[in-house]
């Protein structure tokens, strides 16, 4: 795949899973922008590292559940780079706890969060991709939202909700030549998984097929497959990578 002259936008980039798709889309040439909330170090460290002999990479502090400042973001994506070719909406938070003890906050910080900062991103890039009739979406959804997750009341509702939202997106917007495609991972080898107690791992090792985490590489090559232009005729979809947990 070779990403030459296309602009893409991956929102929460700077680690996880987002930081692997950046990296992915940098290695195919894609001039890549993308935001982070409070993470600045390692959203520098990301810039530098990639930008070692490609300059077309950039960085922007967005909190998404703010509408204005995801408008913002899309304009200075635009400014710089010219109009986007796909959007990436993998910026995510989890407040887990079950039903029972779980606050208001906790509930809204992650429905603002996951599922209202995608539906702005969206509601952002649709008008300038429907007029220049090519597009693509690609919505980080989650196992959680497929098949539910104890503790997790809020953020399977977030993700079965970007689901529903990216189902209804893709039939508005085909006809346009943009697409909309989710993509949900299961447990794969970031950051969070690494600091489950051993224990936990194993318990959750039984539970996958296939016996073993994912790597955020390999969701990143499903995303970047899908930004690309061979997966031209693929929309309203949902990709689960989860070593068949959601057989």
């Given amino acids: ?8 936008l991956v929102t929460g980039g700077s680690r996880g899973i987002g930081c692997e798709i950046v990296r992915a889309l940098a290695r195919v040439k894609a001039r890549v922008a993308f935001t982070f909330h409070q993470r600045e170090d390692a959203a520098k460290a990301l810039v530098e590292e990639l930008s070692q002999g490609n300059s077309n990479i950039l960085a922007i502090r967005c909190d998404n559940r703010d509408p ?17 070719d796909g959007l990436v909406n993998n910026a995510g938070i989890t407040r887990d706890r079950p039903l029972f003890m779980m606050t208001h906050e906790e509930w809204h910080d992650v429905i603002d969060t996951d599922l209202t900062g995608t539906f702005s991103f969206c509601r952002a890039v649709i008008v300038s991709m429907s ?21 997790q009341v809020n953020y399977s509702a977030a993700k079965a909700g970007i689901i529903g939202l990216t189902k209804a997106l893709a039939k508005e917007t085909a006809r346009f030549g943009v697409t ?14 690494g600091r489950l107690p051993e224990k936990v791992r194993r318990e959750i090792l039984d539970q996958i097929p ?33 070593g068949g947990l959601a057989i």
């Fill in 1 to 8: 795949m070779n990403f030459e002259g296309k602009t893409i």
């Fill in 131 to 151: 007029k220049k009739s090519s597009g693509k979406i690609v919505n980080i959804g989650s196992i959680s939202g497929v098949i539910g997750n104890r503790g």
């Fill in 68 to 84: 204005e400042a995801v408008r913002s973001t899309v304009e200075q994506v635009t400014g710089n780079f010219g109009p986007l």
């Fill in 180 to 193: 909309a495609n989710v993509v949900a991972p299961g447990y794969i080898d970031t950051e969070m998984i």
């Fill in 210 to 242: 296939m016996g073993r985490f994912g790597t955020a590489r390999e969701v990143a090559s499903l995303v970047c497959y899908l930004l690309s232009d061979d997966a031209g005729y693929i929309t309203g979809q949902v990709l689960t990578i989860a």
